[in-house]
């Protein structure tokens, strides 16, 4: 019935338009936290696309999204993103929530201070919007961004380059600053940022140089695996923010997977997650953050884009309002507390 009724309004809206789509998809989820809810809780969201191809291999589109929260106790919370762009297999021009140029395009060493800030919705907020323009030239893609902000005027220029020769890659970007006191939360300074990677003896390697203002910071990561394991270590000397250094281990054979992680950035962090796919549907989780909690959970699939969530976390911080994991490596987003949850997707 649906997807009748999803054909009706895309031939009465588009009649006559040649290769028009409008897709409609939506989700609600409803719950019970002990904790930082302390009641039964539901959100929902409806969500449209709409593409329309045009000549000569390009296609304009746009995107909306509505979301709610707190539909059933406390006060209804509203939020709305969109997108639209005109693109092509060479590039494209792009306004809404999108990141920056160089957040998408330039991969630096973890632990880096690369001054690469993504200028993401979760900053900007309702303040402004990015507009990126892309190209793509064979294996070399380069991008340039600005922050449209609300009152006309522009911030947070950035632009990136980044391809690969051979078994050598790199990404080269540029960060002009924030200057504009309506988003407070982002560095005035401008930075640039230049990485260079390659793989031999099946081992990755990535080199990263950053002028971040007056510091000049470096990175070194090197990635390994070993059968079902995947290592990674890296070390950073900033200027600024101090040394970074730490080690990754992934794990991963068939329904099994692990992630241990420790890092030393001035003190040292740790997280210890697994996940175990029952195949049945069922996927069971275990987890301990540093300065997050731990975490125990078991996510059962029950088709048709139904989900049930059962979890029991302990955060380190009383009523956070945080997920825990959310930051690291884990399978889950969790709310302090005891939690159940039904998630439905259309």
């Not at 793509?136 to 006309?152: R, Y």
């Not at 970007?173 to 640039?192: E, H, K, L, M, R």
């Not at 510091?215 to 090197?222: S, W």
């Not at 990754?248 to 796919?277: C, H």
Request: charge should be negative; hydrophobic fraction near 40%; glycine fraction near 14%.
């Amino acid at each position: 019935m649906k997807n009748i009724l999803l054909s009706s309004v895309a031939v009465l809206g588009f009649a006559g338009a040649a290769a028009a789509e409008v897709t409609f998809s939506g989700d609600v989820t409803l719950g019970y936290n002990d904790d930082i809810k302390n009641a039964v809780y539901g959100d929902a969201g409806i969500n449209a696309a709409l593409s329309q191809e045009l000549n000569n291999g390009w296609t304009a589109g746009a995107t909306f999204a509505i979301d709610a929260s707190n539909l059933i106790n406390g006060t209804v919370a509203y939020d709305s993103d969109f997108t639209v762009y005109v693109e092509s297999d060479m590039g494209g021009l792009y306004f809404g929530e999108y990141t920056s140029a160089v957040d998408q395009l330039v991969a630096s060493p973890e632990g880096l201070a690369d001054g690469m800030t993504d200028y993401d919705d979760d900053d900007i907020g309702d303040a402004g919007e990015n507009l990126v323009l892309k190209g793509s030239f064979g294996s070399v893609q380069a991008a340039i961004s600005t922050v449209v902000l609300d009152n006309g005027t522009t911030d947070g220029t950035t632009a990136a380059i980044a391809g690969s020769f051979g078994s050598v890659n790199f990404s080269f970007g540029y960060n002009n600053g924030f200057t504009s006191a309506i988003v407070p939360a982002f560095a005035a300074s401008d930075a640039t940022n230049l990485n260079v990677g390659t793989t031999f003896g099946g081992a990755s390697v990535n080199v990263g140089v950053a002028k971040v203002g007056a510091d000049t910071n470096y990175g070194i990561e090197v990635g390994y695996p070993m059968g079902p394991v995947a290592l990674s270590v890296w070390y950073a000397n900033n200027d600024s923010a101090g040394d970074v250094y730490g080690l990754k281990a992934v794990y991963e054979d068939g329904p099994v997977s692990v992630t241990a992680k420790i890092e030393d950035a001035g003190t040292t962090t740790y997280n210890l997650e697994g996940t175990y796919d029952m195949g049945n549907g069922l996927l069971l989780g275990a987890g301990t953050v540093d300065g997050e909690g731990e975490y125990i959970a078991a996510k059962y699939d029950l088709g048709g884009g139904a989900t049930f969530l059962a979890s029991y976390a302990n955060g380190d911080v009383d009523g956070a309002t945080t997920d825990i994991g959310d930051a690291y490596d884990s399978d889950f987003e969790l709310m302090d507390g005891l939690t159940l949850e039904v998630s439905l997707s259309f």
